[in-house]
């Protein structure tokens, strides 16, 4: 936990982490088990061992805001999505 943040306003709380895709894969089951061995493959062929993620949590358990940071072969990828209008009718 990195501690207290706001989003839009929102107050939340930071935590931060490295998801190992390998072990991502593997944790796919059965029966996913075709498709998990090829996000292996993809995640070996191009690198992708651990990615560091951020995520903004609110009081209310809700991701506000995710953010990566990816290199694959010479592409560096620093994402940020954010999450928000919880509940609210489609537009």
Known sequence: MVGPSAVDGVPTTEYRASVDLSKVAGQAGAAAGAASSLARGVAQAFGLGTVPVSVWVDDRGRVR???????ILRLHV????????FGEASR
């Open 65 to 71: 805001q995710l953010a990566m940071d990816v290199a």
């Open 78 to 85: 620093d994402m940020t999505i954010g999450l928000s209008d």
